[in-house]
């Protein structure tokens, strides 16, 4: 017989024995008396029923712990009175065998009532099977600790060669959380865990795990140099201790064309790796450095991270939505043509070419942005749930946009740097082509000298937004201009114009 199956048997008997031994100490309680004090759900979820017998009134209490809260048992009744009462105990299928523990209490005297649901079993598997378990198993995985993102609940990941997994939660060997130094897990050190399967976002992840058993690994990084290096290049040094037979480097097949390995030394149990990074001529660029050694027979691992700089890509919306997910850095330009988070700067933002999602802008509540600014951000190519967006987004530039009607537009003195966004019905459309045309608000009418699809447009990009938008007469529009005076010498007349218009937005008639 498989011994990991023989021991949870071993453990239902036990507890057998042990009910049966609480049930001929019942007899001795006068207070309160329990028809049994040992109680099996089936797996697939259901009820069992004892009895209680009390002098007095009585409680019932759930013995809850760390690791389980005891949430899929409920108990028909949380209190009685003296006499015989009928106690029933549920609970839903359950994709393991789990137990708990009920305590009944009165006149100072506590009796322990012991639930099993089915038998607990733990599966031991890859990190691709956990990962494409169900929830709510549990699981036991050995990998190797490839990054810690968190030192005090304990998030990292464990890997192995099927896969990544992600531990969101550790608990110490007490099995207290938030103590995840006590336990000295290192990069490169080999890891079984033990926990259950949940999603969060769409990932799979393993949250408040116990580890069972760290093997140390033979080497480790113990500090890197010019871990960001410069876009013209230069060297990259890591420091590592070792205690296995040599060290060699894994590069990333990538990675090769710019980065190599320049010497290897070694003295006693440090080493010393050096690599050369060749200048960057394009985006942000990063890699994975993996560090093996053997001790004769297992092989072990630690792996760095370096990263260089490289120039900043200026795209339009539609160049960066066909761009990669990756680490280089993209200039955008455009209009913010809303705001789905004030606190974090979660915006939309649109020019001629499109609109993306902003996801975040850095110290966004001390700008004073708002719908219509013109912005320009610094960030990369990220995705979620097959979404493009920017990410880790940087303000560089803000160009403000002011709100007025078009009595205070024509008021204003002429300006080629001064914003405004006005909104008026179309009264007449001089040009389909560009967009020429008179809009009226409020009794006072001002003619549009353009009205393109959105910052950034020439050429033929600023043509026949009236004609893809259906936009007519007697429309609403809302467009983006700078306020100039026109004079034709010729007819000695001068016209107050907003022009080179940013369409924002129209609502047809």
């Known amino acids: 017989m498989n011994l990991k199956y023989l021991f949870p048997l071993f453990i239902v008997m036990l507890t057998l024995m042990v009910s049966c031994d609480d049930d001929e100490s019942i007899t001795l309680l006068d ?19 004892i009895t209680v017998t009390a002098k007095e009134n009585w409680t019932a209490e759930k013995v809850m712990t760390e690791k389980d809260s005891v949430k899929w048992l409920t108990i028909s009744s949380a209190t009685g009175s003296a006499g015989e009462t009928e106690l029933k105990f549920t609970a839903p299928s359950a994709i393991d065998g789990r137990t708990a523990e009920v305590l009944l209490k009165s006149a100072g005297q506590t009796q322990r009532i012991n639930i099993i649901q089915g038998l607990a079993q733990i ?23 490839t990054s810690i993102a968190n030192t005090v609940y304990g998030n990292w990941y464990l890997a192995d060669e099927t896969g990544t997994l992600y531990i969101y939660g550790t608990l110490d060997a007490k099995g207290g959380k938030q103590n995840f130094l006590s336990l000295g897990i290192e990069v490169g050190d080999e890891v079984t865990i033990e926990g259950p399967k949940s999603t969060y976002n769409s990932s799979p992840q393993f949250v408040d795990v116990t580890v069972i058993q760290i093997t140390k690994s033979l080497i480790k990084v113990d500090s890197v140099e010019n871990e960001v290096l410069p876009i013209e290049g230069g060297e990259f040094t890591a420091f590592l201790t070792c205690k296995g037979q040599g060290v060699s480097v894994d590069i990333p097949e990538d990675a090769k064309s710019w980065l190599s390995i320049s010497s290897i030394e070694s003295a006693g149990t440090n080493a010393v790796v050096k690599f ?48 990669e997910v990756g680490d280089t850095q993209y200039r955008l330009t455009g209009v913010i043509t809303s705001i789905a988070d004030d606190r974090y700067g979660n915006l939309y933002l649109r020019d001629f070419s499109g609109q993306t999602y902003v996801y975040g802008i850095q110290d966004f509540t001390t700008k004073g942005l708002k719908a219509g600014d013109i912005i320009t951000v610094v960030g990369k190519r990220g995705d979620y749930k097959g979404t493009p967006q ?65 910052y950034g447009a020439t050429g033929d990009f600023r ?14 529009l809302t467009v983006i201009g700078t306020k100039i005076t026109y004079t034709n010498s010729t007819a000695g007349i001068s016209t107050i114009q907003l022009t080179n218009g940013i369409y924002f937005s129209h609502e047809s008639k």
Request: aromatic share 8%; charged share 20%.
């Open 31 to 49: 207070e309160i008396r329990v028809s049994s004090s040992y109680v099996s759900i089936p797996e697939a979820g259901g009820s069992a029923t």
């Open 123 to 145: 599966s031991e598997v890859s990190v691709a099977d956990a990962n494409a378990g169900p929830d709510g198993k549990t699981f036991r995985v050995t990998g190797v600790c």
């Open 276 to 323: 050369k990074a060749a200048a960057n001529t394009g985006g942000d660029r990063g890699t994975t450095l993996i560090f093996r050694t053997t001790d004769g027979s297992k092989e072990y691992t630690t792996e760095t991270t370096l990263t260089q700089k490289g120039a900043i890509v200026a795209a339009t919306v539609a160049e960066f939505l066909a761009a």
């Open 390 to 454: 920017v990410i880790g987004a940087v303000l560089e530039e803000v160009v403000p946009v002011t709100a007025a009607t078009i009595t205070e537009v024509l008021a204003k003195p002429d300006s080629n740097t001064d914003y405004f966004m006005i909104t008026g019905e179309i009264t007449l459309i001089d040009n389909w082509i560009y967009g020429n045309l008179y809009l009226k608000e409020g009794g006072r009418e001002i003619f549009v000298y353009g009205c393109y699809p959105g």
């Open 463 to 476: 043509k026949n937004l009236i004609a893809d938008k259906g936009i007519k007469v007697g429309d609403k």
